[in-house]
Each structure stands twice: as C-alpha cells, then as structure tokens.
C-alpha cells in the first residue's frame, strides 16, 4: 500500500506520486491527505495536486521544511508510506463565477491545479498567476497552462515574469481593469494575507486553503482551528478553504509557530542520527 | 474446603500492589500491577455466590459475576476469563477502565455499608483476562461455516471490535474501517498507557485479525466512502456505525485559542496514539507546560492532568465546576490523580484564558460556584457565586469539557436520522432509521462508558443476524443468544 512510484525534486519542493487506489476514486478538487512516511512520524496534511484513477495514483508536492517532510524527502522510489487517510476536507466550491483567479506560491503552485482544472471544466476564464524566488524553481507548468487561459509568473529576482509576488500581478491586472470575479490562493500563510489584502479593495470573493497544524484530519482533536470572521472553525472539516478577507491572520501565524523550539530539536537528533525504537516497543 | 460465609465475611478485600506516587508520576507504566493468583483466589473468597445476584444486574453486559468468582476461587483461572468472555470479548479492558463502584461493585452486598468492602469483581475481571493472555490460554472460538454476508463495521473502538467479534463468529465476513493507522479508537488514542497498556489493545485487535476480521486502516467513512457506497459499490449487506462522539466542545470564553490551549482529545492523542512522550524519536511534539489547568471532572480529565504529571509538568489543577462526590470520573482515577498531587479546585469554572502578545497562555480567571437546587439529572445544580472571580498562573489549559457529534458520517447519510444533538437515533437493539444501518457508542449516546458501548455493540450485533436471517433463508442460533 502507498508505494511511492514516482519521485523528483525542484528546489526543496518533492513531486511525490503514491499509490492510493482508493483515495484517487474519491477524491474532490481542495481536498487533501494526511500522511506518515513511517510508523513513528508526525501526521502531514499535504493537498493533492493530481490524481489518476487509471493509474491509482495520487500527486504530492511536499515543501521540505523540518524533519517529518525531511524524512518523507529522503524516501525512495518502491518504498511505502506508512499512511496515507484521505480524502480530508470540504471540496472547493466550483462555481460558474466568469473570471477566477489562482495564485499558487511554493508547494501552492501544484495544489491549485485541481480547482483551477476544475473551475475551467465549469466554463470559467482562469487566469493562474504563479510565485517564485527564481525562473528555475516553478514546476507544474505544461498542466496548469492546460487548464488555464492565461499563466502569469512572478519571481523576486525578476527573472520570470514580473519582479515581484502573486499579489503585485493582481494589483496590477486590476489596475489594468480586469474584471476578476473569484479568487483562489493556495500557499504559505505570509503569502495568502498578503493576496487577500490585495482582492479586498476590490471586493473580490477570496478563497484561501489554509495549511494549520493538524493531528487527525476528522474534526477529532481541534489543534486546526482557525478564527474566521470571529468563530472558531476547524480547518480539517469545516475548511482548509475560508474567506481570506475574514481569517484572523496573527492567530493563525501564532498557532502555526507553536511547535518551532520542538522542530529544533527533533531535527537535531535527526541529525545526530538517533535510533528509532522499534515498532511496538513503547 | 467449602468456606462458611462467616469465614468468607471475615477475609478483607485485596488491593492491588501498585507504582508509588512519586515513582509512577515519572513513567508511563501501568500503575496497579495486578493480583498474584493466591491474592485472586482470596479475594474470590470473599464471594458469597449470593442467589439473588444483584452484581450481574448492575454489569450492563451481565458478566456471570458469582460463577466467574467461583471458578478463580476453584483456580480455574482461564475458564473463568472464558466464561467472562461468552458476555464480554474484552476481559482485560473492562477489568481495568469499567466504573466497578457505580456497577457491579456498587450493588455487591458486602459493599452495602461501605463500597470499599465490595468484592473486587473488577480487579478479578483483569486478573483472570491477564493470567489467560500472558499464558497463551486463549481458546479460538468456533467460528460458524461462513454464510456469504459482508458486514461493515465503522470503527474500531469498543463497540466496533464487539460487534465484529460476535458478527465473525457467526460466520460473517467482517471488515472494519479505522480513520487512524492504529485500532483501537479510544482505547488506544484517548486511554493513556498508564491506565490501559496498548499491548493489551493490540492483542485483542489480533485475535480478531486471526478470526479472520479484516481491518482497514486509514480510511475516513463519510469522505472515502459514504455509508451507501459500502452497499452499492462495496456490495456490504449491513453496516454498523461505532465512530464515537468525535468533536471536542471548548468553553465559549476569551482566549480560547491561544497557543498551550488544548482539547483533551489532542493532547491525548498526541501523547496516546502518536507517542510523543517518547519525542523525539516518535516525531510528533508535545508542549510541556509548567503549570497546567485541566477544565472538567471526568475520566478523560483525569487522564489529561496525569498525562500532563508524567510529562514534566511543575503543578497540575483540576478545574470543576461541581463538588469532588459529582465528578463523573472513576473513583479510583480521582484517588490517583490526589495522590500524584494533583490539586483540585472545585465548584470554579473559568471566565477567561490570559495570554501574552506572542499568543500563549499565561493564565485563567475563574468564577466560584456553589450547589443549589437539584437538576434534571439528579445532582445539585452549580449556581455562580457574584463577584467571587479568582487568578491564577498556567501556562497550558487542556479542555476537557466533553463533545459534540461527529457529523462526517450523518451529513453523507441524509437518510438516516439523528436527535438535535446531531447524534444516531436508533431503537433498543441499534436499529438507525436506515434499513440495515445499525449504531451504537458515543455517536448515538454521547460520551459514555466502554462497557455501555460494548453492550450495544453485542445488542447491534444481534440485530444484525436477526435482520439479515431473515432476509435470507437460513437460521443461525449462536450459543449466547
């Protein structure tokens, strides 16, 4: 089971393909996977950027960020994750909304393929507008431009497309006077307040997948939850997408750094190369 | 040499040895060790084999106390634990996480004046449970020539694993789908270690895996299936619902999500399943608090707040609204949260969570109460005293307050109804408004005991063969029927 059959890398971000039969037959745009790389890993909620029921298959991009996404990193091709439950989460709502708008930065750029694929099949113009540092480190390309009408890119170095992020694109294809009447962000929290920041002057309905951390992915345990518009909501269940113009941002940043000194740690006995006690040992 | 019942009334009742307070609040091992067998064979002694066995009618799954007693008292040990077995497939937990003192115990005889009295029906349950796993004396039951009839059962807690042991015996092929990578449900991610070793779990998953009841892990029905997926595409006959309460309930209070606020359910968890006391070899981290406040008086309270002992933590506080007689938890988990030294702070609930600008928690400000009129449930109810608030420093709040409904499943299932509450309404025998759905546990109770869930679990069970014998032709008659 999960047996990862496909693997490659573009700076830090891991293209993973593992099978999971199941999950790829059921599985809805917006959707995502928790996953274990072994028996004594953290639980990782990843979106899934891709599925192929022929194949059974379904496509990770993992952001190598401290150890448990280290350790998924480092496996190979013909090994097996421990787990893999899904599908989690309410599916995107796809609407005919006219123009949508995707911005995708980091492991972003992989998971808003399948909405944008899907709001395009809706009869949606979708304009899929991509962030990176440098021109090398996009990925995902040929199947966004597949679904998309028009793929703009922003890198910080002005070596792609405009000098710059996901929302000085929008700022200024608004300013242009581009009607945009949805919009989907998918990325790092830094990233997501900053596009909807940059849609609310525009009043332009927001949708943001937000990544907090998560232990059981069924509404079980609460670590996710989010304040939106003043209620507590979990993101396993009830998201991972909310009204980016609502998200009680500085929350969701503190709640999402609670662990950093515990990251620390883990990562250096990592790298001090502690043993791992056997199955069943404790 | 038959006892008199003077001589029987004369033996005291055996406690457990157990782990020294100031020792076990370090480890997480289990904390009595257990009975030797001549300690079992003196306690059933005590044992009047009343007639009128008031002990069986206090146990919600009828154990055959006395006749169980009688054969531990004969040093029959196994086939005591197999004649517990023929009313409750899981001995060894109940022995060890039932509250004896509100069932069998609490209407035992010998406890009329004094509860402490009781025989130890309990701790003989473990005992003979123990003494047949440790010595591999397990007998595989027989199992019916297999009638054809897939029945899915959704969860693996309590009332999941009863429903398919007595559904495989019967001679259905049975498959459990389990959300988490480990079976168990609470057992395993809520129960701590300290009170039920998971080995104890994992043996009685594997009995059943060797019945020939198949699990499947990670698999969240309501999300990778629906309920009329499992008949329509995965071709089951009947479907039983045991996913448990699901959603934790946080106070309605400022500073509820302030980084070192937990549900109970994820700091278990954490700990539990995913073994982050053994961080960081087990990668999932834990926040160790110095000062934690635990809100609530039940069992998973008491877990929370010796979980949170175990862990490291300087001073740990017990926050309930109610006075100590009202707390729901087990006495004995009470007794040995006050011996951890674990305070208590009753009849308080708090008003607000502080905390500082980088989002931790710092502290709680509490309003005291006292006991007025009697509610609907019998107990005094707890009127908030004016202008009596309080503060004090933690700088973790674990919420153990109970839960909500799960709605994955109920929501996907339309067709099936559920009370305002959001739980399974069902008839005596776990019958859903939904033909040949069947539920029982925490998702149509709300919170409650594992041997409760056991027993609907056997009552759905019965259910089950009776409606789908009747749909086909054949009659089984099981042995307990």
Redo the contacts between chains.
């Keep these: 089971m999960y047996e990862l059959v496909e693997k490659s890398e573009v700076f830090n971000v891991h293209k993973m393909v593992v099978k999971a039969p199941e999950i790829a037959h059921s599985i809805e745009a917006g959707q995502f996977v928790i996953v274990m790389g072994s028996e004594n890993s953290e639980r990782i909620p990843l979106t899934v950027s891709d599925w192929n029921t022929d194949t059974g298959t379904i496509t990770l991009y993992v952001l190598e960020t401290g150890i448990s996404t280290l350790e998924l990193a480092r496996m190979k091709v013909g090994d097996s994750l421990y787990a893999v439950t899904g599908p989690l989460g309410s599916p995107s709502e796809i609407g005919n909304y006219g123009t949508v708008v995707f911005g995708g930065g980091c492991y972003g750029i992989g998971a808003i393929y399948p909405i944008a694929k899907a709001c395009k099949e809706a009869g949606n113009k979708v304009i899929s507008i991509i962030e990176a540092r440098y021109s090398s480190m996009f990925y995902h390309e040929k199947e966004l431009h597949a679904v998309s009408d028009q793929v703009l890119y922003a890198s910080s170095d002005g070596s792609r497309g405009k000098k710059g992020k996901v929302e000085d694109v929008i700022t200024e294809i608004l300013e242009k006077g581009v009607k945009i009447d949805q919009a989907f962000f998918i990325g790092c929290t830094q990233m997501l307040e900053r596009c909807s920041e940059a849609t609310r002057p525009y009043n332009i309905p927001t949708r943001v997948a937000l990544n907090s951390i998560m232990l059981d992915g069924t509404g079980m345990c609460g670590a996710c939850r989010v304040s939106v518009g003043g209620e507590t909501r979990f993101a396993c269940v009830d998201g991972p997408e909310f009204d980016g113009h609502k998200v009680d941002w500085k929350e969701l940043n503190q709640r999402k750094s609670a662990y950093t000194e515990q990251e620390t740690v883990a990562y250096q006995s990592y790298s001090h190369g502690s043993q791992v006690p056997k199955v069943g040992s404790a | 040499m038959e006892l008199t019942a003077k001589e029987r009334m004369a033996i005291e009742r055996h406690g457990m040895a157990e782990q020294p307070p100031d020792t076990r609040n370090r480890n997480f091992e289990e904390v009595p060790y257990g009975y030797t067998p001549e300690e079992a064979v003196a306690e059933a002694q005590r044992c009047l084999s009343c007639k009128k066995t008031t002990c069986v009618s206090g146990c919600p799954v009828e154990v055959p106390i006395p006749e169980f007693i009688a054969l531990v008292a004969e040093k029959k040990f196994a086939e005591a634990a197999r004649l517990i077995k023929t009313k409750n497939v899981l001995p060894a937990v109940c022995g060890r996480v039932c509250p004896q003192e509100t069932q069998c115990e609490g209407v035992c005889v010998r406890g009329k004046k004094d509860i402490k009295e009781a025989v130890a029906v309990g701790n003989l349950e473990r005992f003979v449970a123990d003494y047949e796993r440790e010595n591999n004396l397990a007998e595989v039951p027989e199992i019916k020539k297999k009638n054809g009839l897939k029945v899915a059962v959704i969860g693996s807690g309590p009332s999941g694993l009863t429903v398919a042991g007595d559904l495989i015996q019967l001679g259905y092929e049975v498959t459990i789908y389990e959300?988490?990578?480990r079976g168990g449900g609470v057992l395993v991610?809520g129960i701590p270690?300290f009170r039920l070793p998971?080995?104890i779990v994992?043996s009685e998953i594997n009995a059943l895996e060797d019945l020939g009841v198949k699990i499947y892990?990670?698999?969240?029905i309501g999300?990778?299936?629906k309920v009329d997926d499992l008949f329509n595409v995965l071709g089951f006959n009947a479907v039983y619902v045991g996913v448990?309460a699901?959603?934790?309930i946080?106070l309605n209070i400022p500073g509820?999500?302030f980084?070192?606020v937990?549900?109970a359910?994820?700091y278990l968890?954490?700990s539990n399943l995913?073994?982050s006391y053994?961080?960081?070899?087990?990668?999932?981290?834990?926040?160790i608090g110095k000062k934690v406040a635990v809100l609530g008086g039940g069992n998973v309270a008491m877990d929370s707040a010796r979980t949170a002992i175990r862990l490291g933590a300087e001073k740990v506080t017990i926050v309930y609204r109610r006075a100590r007689e009202q707390m729901p938890a087990r006495a004995a988990e009470a007794h040995h949260a006050e011996e951890e030294k674990i305070e208590f702070r009753l009849l308080s609930s708090p008003v607000e969570i502080f905390g500082n600008d980088?989002?931790w928690a710092t502290g709680m400000k509490c309003q005291r109460y006292e006991l007025g009129e009697p509610d609907e449930s019998g107990r005094q109810r707890p009127v908030p005293i004016e202008d009596s608030f309080f503060e004090f420093d933690c700088d973790q709040v674990l919420v153990s307050i109970g839960g909500e409904a799960?709605?994955?499943i109920t929501k996907t299932t339309p067709d099936m109804r559920t009370n305002k509450w959001g739980y399974i309404e069902t008839d005596d025998w776990g019958r859903t408004s939904k033909k040949l759905v069947y539920a029982g546990g925490d998702i149509v109770t709300g919170a409650a005991t594992v041997i409760s869930a056991m027993g609907a679990g056997r009552m759905a069970a019965k259910a089950i063969h009776e409606d789908l014998m009747k749909e086909s032709d054949e009659t089984v008659t099981p042995d307990w029927w």
């Design positions: 959300a988490f990578h991610y270690e998971k080995k994992e892990y990670n698999s969240v999300r990778l299936y448990g699901g959603l934790p946080f509820n999500n980084n070192g937990f549900s359910n994820e968890t954490r995913m073994k053994l961080f960081p070899q087990y990668r999932t981290p834990m926040i980088e989002g799960n709605p994955l």
